[in-house]
């Protein structure tokens, strides 16, 4: 390592080309750090931080004095299945306002046209059919939306769409304090109470073993009949075959997927011709590459101090 640099940094991912994606400005904003593409042919020992998306399951072997992974998004579960990540090394998200932001837009998208039925006039546009639906159509304040995940995303998409008029209901593993106008639910009762009184379902949680497969037979049903589903967690989280079954007897109407647990979505899959799934490629939000580099440095900062990375995760929970 040069006498200017004291911590050298190296980008693992076998899906993405993190150098191209991150850009040389991120490169050369790393004040005093070299940074390295995994596999790295230089000394290992020297690498104490990694930048890291979907890791190859050998990757973090190499490094022995590891310390830390920063994720390039808000979701982590792709470092923490990497089998050679060891329990000692810190784990880090991303928040980003202006992901919130996006994603917020995206779900409102997605609410209001539920609510408002933009579905039935796509349908018919095509068949060239003018016909207003005038009194079909119910104000805001007449549909009630639920929420899996009430973190930084998921708090802003609530309160956005309360400042909307919908009445906004929101659900966590624990309890967490809730803005005016949101009520907020937590554990298992609170879950099936919340679903209970829910039209629109926005997924938003973190994928972990308690939420894999949330999205479900049972979950469906306990919504209101004719509900829909905003799915834009992760693709693991819904049980393909129960969205299919809870659209053909009617007890979801329509569904929003963005994420899915094969990605790209295979060509022949059965989302893709479905009258009521609206299908989107993984696009709801994306974390900018400023606030990739303001947490990469902060990290940095806390290294260097001796302490713990401000926006570490909780491993034992998953996020």
Not at 209 to 231: A, C, S, V
Request: net charge neutral; proline share 7%; glycine share 10%.
């Amino acid at each position: 390592m040069s006498g200017t640099c004291d911590m050298r940094c190296v980008l693992v991912s076998k899906s993405l080309d993190l150098r191209g994606y991150l850009g040389p400005e991120f490169v050369h904003a790393a004040d005093r750090i070299e940074i390295v593409s995994h596999p790295h042919d230089g000394p290992a020992m020297d690498v104490r931080l990694a930048v890291a998306w979907h890791p190859p399951d050998d990757a973090f072997e190499h490094y022995p004095n590891l310390q830390a992974v920063c994720s390039i998004g808000a979701g982590v579960d792709n470092i923490l299945a990497c089998p050679s990540l060891r329990p000692d090394v810190d784990v880090i998200r991303v928040v980003d306002p202006a992901q919130a932001q996006m994603m917020s837009g995206f779900v409102a998208w997605h609410v209001i046209g539920h609510q408002r039925r933009f579905a039935t006039y796509q349908a018919q546009q095509r068949e060239q059919r003018w016909k207003r639906l005038g009194l079909d159509v119910r104000r805001a304040q007449d549909v009630p939306v639920g929420i899996l995940g009430f973190g930084e995303i998921g708090r802003r998409v609530a309160t956005d769409l309360a400042s909307l008029g919908f009445p906004v209901m929101a659900w966590s593993r624990t309890a967490k304090p809730a803005p005016h106008g949101i009520r907020a639910f937590d554990g298992a009762a609170g879950l099936d109470a919340m679903l209970g009184q829910t039209e629109i379902l926005v997924n938003l949680l973190p994928l972990t073993p308690e939420t894999r497969g949330i999205l479900n037979r049972r979950t469906f049903g306990r919504m209101y009949r004719g509900g829909y589903l905003i799915q834009v967690g992760r693709g693991e989280h819904l049980v393909e075959a129960d969205l299919l079954a809870a659209l053909e007897n009617g007890q979801l109407s329509g569904a929003a997927l963005d994420v899915f647990s094969t990605e790209p979505l295979a060509p022949r899959h059965p989302f893709w011709c479905h009258p009521r799934i609206l299908v989107t490629p993984h696009e709801a939000c994306e974390v900018s590459v400023a606030a990739i580099g303001t947490t990469f440095r902060a990290t940095v900062e806390a290294i260097r101090a001796g302490q713990r990375p401000p926006l570490t995760i909780d491993r034992t929970r998953g996020y």
